[in-house]
């Protein structure tokens, strides 16, 4: 028979640290604490295959189990001379999870089982201390009601609660033995009342039972959620970690505390935590004491506290990570009930990592390993006041689109923005959504709020781009355009109003919060980042147009820049004029000269992004977006034209131009006349950019700028498209840089973002410099659903299980992932020099990043804001491939 | 050295008709004819290889060929008698082009090659005839300027107009010798003036030029479209037939002519075909001269007539199918110039098919071949009578998206068609372009007329489903629904005014065209039909949803439904009401309120579609649309309010219905909240469609009828869409069936439609008992571009090249056919019993049967009138499989 339950204490230690799949965490923790001879309350673990034994018997724990845990109570009794379930002098038990990884959700922990009716007079008799054997039991009967009865805890509460005001008790300690008994018989009723059996009296049903609710709530909705979410098999099971009692409730000289070795909000090297004395476990947390900063403990009790400071620091030795335990002292006696890695901030994992390094504790591969790629976010934004904040009034909690605090006064459109913004306002735009329309608002406001749209909406990218803070998706939000006002949660804002976002939270706050600005210029976030480059194989660029993302892309470490979209360009200024002009022209001399007039625009505009880029390589994208994204909305000029001509006013020009801007009318834009389809059906918008790109680059070459252009074709689904554009754009650049007599390397390749530009690879391969692939298209035409048009129901998607997660934010592996294996595999057969790289969003995101690594991309690019987190996920999934 | 010229002619005939590859169809035919005895004109024929050769020698033909074809031109000049070149007794050929397949586009035919200022006074003096010399001169260099030089025919016939009106001649037959010799260096000084030199004298050099000039014209651009367009390779490149001249034009007894064995127009068994005498072959298609039934040279030249009869019927039981001929009598000898397969109709395929199968000319398997399988489309619909059409005014021709005749009178919305129609009216129903609302107006209408949209726009396939004829994409026509009126090519046209429509030509006519119906029971087409199923391999279904279409669908031989998209039955009568109450509540008990009315509505739809259908599948599809189809536009809606406000009306409820549009409101509807997402959103819709479906099944199985019902779960990218959906089906259709006490057997399957569907489809296939590809879809989303927004790109798409054909009409076999399979051998591989077909617009296209039967496909659907064009598509490629 296999071996199914450890035992842990003293020399009888059977498990040790790599023992995590068998025991869990906590098990192995535990165990290897014994083996250390750390004290620590001697027991025993169940192992994690029996938690799948027991579902695969319909919910019964198997009889030879059973036997197994008998034998090991047994040498427990012996161990610690008392007898589980005496009434006399009670061995008493905690029970506790612990499955291999930590996981919120699941049951946490019983403490005092074993009492009864007649143990617990025992208790008193033995402890000398009625009311401590009183209070012990009554604990018992509310969490193992609540957690394995199903009886709420709240509900215990309420009738302590009752009991309390009509004895006239302000504090639980106020209470006498005599009124403690009451509550007891109460809370007892309350049992039978609720179930119509009574609270169990035998101490191994209630062992058995607690044992079983451990594994019960490995399978609870929400433990289901969150291992999905993290990617835990769900066959790995949780452990059962049963654990004599010790009390930090039996007096002045007992306490019970929770620490970390080092500060886990500011990684510094401090010793951290707090402590209760005369208190159980749960009352450290539950808020109805004040617990005490651990540093006062040496005052209270000095050498449980020396000791405690001397094992942990061993410990953290010894894990060589920073620990975050639980220890009891009873009667001035050490416990140490847990430890294990504890969870730290962004800032705090850095520092940690990097003293560490420092300390000789770790390597510089392991500090890579250490922090979460996506913690980096928390220290390139600034951040609300925490203080500040909390006295403000939370009007609604909505989607954290783009980290950052932001703080400014309500406008209502992007002309405002710019206005207000003119006269010295700090502003946030609020929108119900945004368009391209709105992009010179975007970039005075310091925040962005919609109350519309996912996180790969308009606003939530763009934002994401510039760096700015946006809340999107508010949908609690009535905004009002009319009316100039907001209005949510019973309070309505106006114009002017002030208003706050965190953008890390999707917290949307009524009036001014203060904002702190980060340490980006950290000298420790600085070297971890260079340690971080050493381990990556993977080029980072950034996506980027101004020259301002751009600088800041630099300053993040990009190598280059991945896609410049051109099209941003377009709404700058008088620019936007030339452009409607453009698509408005029917003939073709017409449309030339609206081109003529963009032509030294969009020179300079790919001059000053090269001169930042200087030495590195820079794609730019011909014009994507379908053009009536640059022409006034369809539907409010068919109103004002209705508007007007029920006014009786002339609407005939009016009426001319939105003839036209219906002749442009898509039903589906995303799938209409954009990307490359513009460039084949109006050569003469790639011929204009192309003479911008290479003008400009033929002028930086001539200043002794190293450009290093790369022209991108949108939307390609037929190399014949391909071919089309590239021929365009090489006849210019050819004769471009010929008559300025300069010699500059460039390439022409193209993004492949639908589904039939992966499938049909080899041939796109032959006509192309490059792939990028442009994994925001890619997602949308693989799924069949937008980016816009998806937000309703994703959710409902995630909530039912259909999905993991967004599929927007992170890579699907095994649908896009699939066509870009493909694409990668084809591409690379007819063509093995081609470079490939990925601009959709997905390029900033952790798992996508590694995805990317191990399907053999050249580089990642995403928005300057992610480019150090893409960085960092680059190298530790170039770590994990070594390693393998 | 390879050979690469073929005599022809006698005995010394080197070809024969197997070697169409070397020799082209008209080399090969000519060499078989000389091979039974018929007399040809004797000459050479230069082989494909040669224009190859001459392509990648930069258009040069190698020397050795040139040796090779001078000692052809000597063993020609003995068979003769005659020397090419010579000044007293001329040899004069004709160069025609002749590649494997006959091609439009390309050269036709040089006559009199080897006249020359000398020759042609020795031709004069030989056939004692000096008008006949110098008309076959003028005429050799009109016809050699044109081609071969490039000195347009038009500018001859011009000079020519201007001699006879100053020499006051009315024809060509009244010139005097003098005048035309006056004429011939007309001729001659043209072209000199606009060459720079002279026409070419020599007659060796004629000969190479009019070669190298047949060569090229390969490689013309309408020559390459006309290749792309039907799929000929363009290596096999074209041959050139050099060959000895007869003359039609040596007076009364010398004749030339063109026939068919039978009629090409109604298949009749009848010798058909037109002459003149005195005639060269170009006069018998110029119309200078109207020529004559071929009937009356049997009055003319009885002795030759009987010759070409026997000739002709004994080449037609030569090759087994009717016979294109082309003839000269030279003083009362006849010569054969030509023979190949004659071009039909599509009731003249059939019935010529049908007649040599009874003639025992050829069997059915070679008759199911000979019939292209669109051309039983025009054997479906009414036509247009071309006579009563010809005196009416074409408009303008558009896309002929639903084929037949319609006349009516125009209306401009669904609710006029409908009140029209009561009154006993026909209308057409002219739409900018049409949406599920005009469902019911498109139902009574005779014909359906749109301004926008392509081929595979809402009326196209909604009209071809219906068999109704639609014009779609009259660009040209300007619908103005204010004044209810249409203005094209400077007419106007009123409500009320008759139109006429040919949905097979995209013609529009306006007045009230005469119309012819059909001959659709005829006993030859039902008879061919059935020779068809009897080489068939694969299913073929139709896509229908009321009785009255799949009643159509049966009579054209589908066995079962495809398709039927359940919410076409949405708009019926009061039902649009609660459909709209169903999407407008915000509650699920309201929602279900509505629910409930339309429950026993659509039970009688499936209950009326089963009865149809006894004993064959019926594939139902889960509702579809995204919900706003089903409710007011937002924009007329916005348009209204605003119009009501600006006068100062209460619009507070109009503004409550706007809002619940803004929110159902889509960027992209394609993309959106549809197809399975609705119900998994939206569970009870699913729920009350399985309702009603399996209680009409079970109605029917008591009632004996047999209902094979298949529910089919739309847009799914995830089996976990489906495995959702499949549940919520299944259970509903066990209890029905339960508590009716049947039992029937029923599948759950879906459309594989996106491209996440195919990329997952071994996941897809466990929980499938069956896929159909929805290739509208499938083809929207692996391009990228939507049917609805694409038509203004792929026109110019086509037209670059870039297209061949549009991926809507035609499946792009490289692209979607890779994903449909991938997803047939995954989805087979986890599902082995997995049924496969496929229901979008292509199930219904020749080309696109073909690729479905090669890849495996159980069956194909289509629109009901499709269904026979599909079943012969289907049988072709059997029996192409079965050759292979």
């Known amino acids: 028979m296999a071996k199914h339950i450890y035992a842990f204490g003293g020399s009888s230690t059977e498990g040790d640290r790599t023992m995590r799949d068998t025991l869990g965490g906590k098990g192995a923790n535990l165990a290897e604490m014994c083996r250390a001879g750390i004290p620590v309350p001697p027991g025993f673990t169940v192992a994690t295959d029996v938690c799948n ?131 007891i018989e109460a809370f007892k009723k309350l049992v039978t009342d609720r179930l119509g059996k009574s609270f169990p009296q035998d101490a191994l049903t209630q062992l058995q039972m607690a044992r079983d609710a451990v594994f019960r709530s490995w399978n609870t909705p929400r433990a289901n959620h969150y291992r999905r979410m993290n990617d835990i098999s769900h066959t790995i099971g949780t452990a059962v970690n049963v654990q004599m009692m010790v009390f930090g409730n039996l007096g002045e000289t007992s306490a019970t505390g929770v620490g970390f070795t080092r500060n886990p909000a500011t990684g510094e090297n401090e010793f951290y935590g707090e402590f209760l004395t005369n208190a159980q476990g749960e009352d450290v947390v539950a808020g109805i004491r004040t617990p005490r900063p651990i540093s006062e403990l040496k005052d209270e009790l000095p050498e449980a506290y020396d000791e405690l400071r001397k094992i942990t620091h061993n410990l953290e030795q010894n894990y060589q990570d920073i620990q975050d335990f639980e220890f009891t002292i009873e009667d001035k006696v050490l416990y140490m009930l847990q430890t294990r890695s504890g969870k730290r901030t962004g800032p705090a994992a850095v520092r940690i990592a990097v003293e560490m390094v420092g300390e000789g504790l770790i390597d510089k591969k392991t500090a890579v390993m250490r922090v979460e790629p996506n913690q980096l976010d928390q220290m390139l934004h600034p951040v609300l006041d925490k203080e500040s904040s909390g006295s403000l009034k939370l009007l609604t909690k909505a989607l954290p689109a783009s980290p950052g605090a932001a703080v400014g006064k309500i ?193 300079k505009d790919f001059y000053e992004l090269f001169k930042v880029m200087d030495g590195y390589p820079v794609i730019i994208r011909t014009l994507d977006p379908p053009l009536h994204e640059f022409l006034p909305k369809r539907e409010e000029l068919m109103v004002e034209v209705a508007e007007g001509r029920a006014k009786g006013q002339d609407m005939t020009e009016k009426q001319k131009l939105l003839d036209r801007v219906e002749e442009l009318h898509e039903f589906n834009p995303m799938l209409g006349h954009r990307g490359c389809r513009l460039g084949i059906t109006f050569p003469e918008i790639t011929k204009m950019q192309a003479q911008a790109i290479f003008e400009a680059a033929a002028q930086c070459a001539k200043e002794g700028i190293k450009v290093i252009p790369e022209v991108m074709i949108p939307l390609v689904g037929n190399v014949k498209e391909l071919a089309d554009q590239k021929k365009i754009v090489k006849d210019i650049a050819d004769a471009v840089l010929k008559a300025a007599g300069v010699d500059v390397h460039y390439m022409i390749g193209t993004m492949i973002e639908v589904p039939r530009g992966a499938l049909t690879a080899d041939e796109v391969a032959k006509e192309a410099d490059f792939f990028s692939f442009g994994t925001n298209d890619l997602t949308q035409t693989t799924y069949g659903f937008s980016r816009d048009d998806s937000g309703p129901f994703i959710k409902d998607y995630i909530a039912k299980g259909i999905f993991e997660e967004d599929p927007f934010q ?75």
């Open 53 to 183: 034994l027991y579902f695969e018997a319909g919910n019964k724990t198997p009889g030879h189990v059973e036997i197994e845990m008998a034998e090991h109570l047994a040498k427990l009794e012996k161990m610690t001379g008392k007898k589980f379930g005496d009434d006399s002098d009670p061995l008493l038990l905690s029970v506790r999870s612990g499955a291999k990884f930590s996981m919120p959700g699941m049951m946490d922990t019983i403490l005092n089982l074993g009492l009864n009716d007649k143990s617990v007079v025992g208790l008193a008799k033995k402890s000398g201390n009625e009311r401590f054997a009183l209070d012990s039991y009554r604990r018992f009967i509310q969490m193992f009601s609540d957690v394995v009865l199903d009886v709420p805890k709240h509900d215990f509460e309420e009738l302590l609660g009752e009991m309390k005001e009509k004895k006239g008790r302000a504090l639980d300690t106020e209470l006498t033995a005599e009124e403690w008994k009451e509550i």
């Open 411 to 603: 406008v209502f459109s992007a002309d405002d923005a710019v206005a207000w913004k003119d006269k010295g306002e700090a502003v946030i735009l609020v929108r119900a959504e945004t368009t391209p329309d709105d992009i010179h608002g975007m970039e005075v406001a310091k925040g962005i709020l919609t109350s519309r749209g996912g996180m790969t909406s308009h606003a939530a990218v763009v934002a994401r781009g510039m760096g700015a803070p946006c809340v999107a998706g508010a949908e609690e939000i009535k905004v009002d355009y009319r009316g100039k006002q907001i209005t949510v949660a019973g309070v309505t804002l106006k114009e002017g109003d002030w208003l706050s976002l965190d953008g890390s939270t999707g917290e949307v706050f009524g009036g001014q919060a203060k904002t702190v600005d980060p340490d980006t210029e950290s000298g420790q976030l600085a070297e971890f980042m260079t340690w971080v480059d050493e381990f990556r194989t993977t080029g980072v660029r950034a996506n980027a147009e101004t020259p301002r993302d751009a600088a800041q892309a630099r300053k993040f470490g990009a190598e280059g820049i991945g896609l410049a979209r051109t099209e941003h360009m377009f709404f700058e200024g008088d620019r936007i004029k030339y452009v409607q002009q453009m698509i408005l022209s029917k003939d073709v001399a017409k449309r030339q000269a609206a081109l003529d007039k963009l032509l030294p625009e969009q020179r």
């Open 810 to 884: 992170v890579l699907d592996q095994n649908g896009v992932g699939q066509l870009i294996k493909m694409a990668i595999e084809k591409g690379r057969k007819t063509n093995p020099k081609l470079e490939i790289g990925i601009c959709g969003e997905h390029g900033g995101e952790p798992k996508s990043v590694k995805f990317c690594v191990n399907a053999g991309l050249n580089y990642v690019s995403c928005s300057p804001f992610r480019v150090p987190i893409a960085r960092l996920a680059a190298a530790q999934a170039a770590i994990a491939n070594s390693e393998k």
